[in-house]
């Protein structure tokens, strides 16, 4: 083992905090679908939300929420996908929790975070033992077996 194995740790590191990422809105957004409280948020703060080059494709928005019983009033939620055009009028949304921070909206987007997160913190271990146990070429051991140059 070489200082050269460092670079599929990093690798797998960089997966596995990529993945989690997408894993956690994945997974609330599942809760949220599954077992969560519907309501509307009243949209209260939007932020142009930035694509490439700083190029604005929507906007984020956040706002604050009331289940349609009205028993659960949440002060603030972030949405955790952004909109296309700015929302004017309270949007429909659920939240995963009475306390939570986060609003999914019903388009699935959650399913897309769910599956990223999945592919990559699977990714991380495949990545490092392709690069641990796949065959090396030009491998300067093969040559010194072979009586090349070593």
């Given at each position: 083992?070489?200082?050269?194995?460092i670079?599929?740790?990093?690798?797998?590191?960089?997966?596995?905090?990529?993945?989690?990422?997408?894993?956690?809105?994945?997974?609330?957004?599942l809760?949220?679908?599954?077992?969560?409280?519907?309501?509307?948020?009243?949209?209260?703060?939007?932020?142009?939300?930035?694509?490439?080059?700083?190029?604005?494709?929507?906007?984020?928005?956040?706002?604050?929420?009331?289940?349609?019983?009205?028993?659960?009033?949440?002060?603030?939620?972030?949405?955790?996908?952004?909109?296309?055009?700015r929302?004017?009028?309270?949007?429909?949304?659920?939240?995963?929790?009475?306390?939570?921070?986060?609003?999914?909206?019903?388009?699935?987007?959650?399913?897309?975070q769910?599956?990223?997160?999945?592919?990559?913190?699977?990714?991380?271990?495949?990545?490092?033992?392709?690069?641990?146990?796949?065959?090396?070429?030009?491998?300067?051991?093969?040559?010194?077996?072979?009586?090349g140059?070593?």
């Open positions: 083992m070489g200082w050269l194995n670079v599929p740790l990093a690798i797998c590191g960089i997966f596995i905090a990529l993945g989690l990422t997408f894993l956690i809105d994945g997974v609330d957004g809760r949220a679908e599954t077992t969560g409280i519907p309501g509307l948020v009243t949209i209260s703060d939007c932020r142009p939300h930035l694509g490439r080059n700083d190029i604005q494709v929507g906007w984020d928005c956040a706002g604050s929420f009331r289940s349609d019983d009205a028993a659960v009033q949440i002060g603030r939620v972030a949405f955790t996908d952004f909109f296309e055009e929302p004017t009028q309270p949007v429909p949304a659920k939240v995963a929790t009475p306390t939570s921070d986060k609003a999914h909206t019903t388009d699935g987007f959650w399913l897309v769910l599956g990223l997160g999945v592919a990559g913190v699977l990714a991380a271990p495949a990545a490092t033992a392709w690069w641990w146990y796949s065959p090396k070429r030009n491998s300067s051991k093969r040559a010194r077996k072979r009586g140059a070593g």
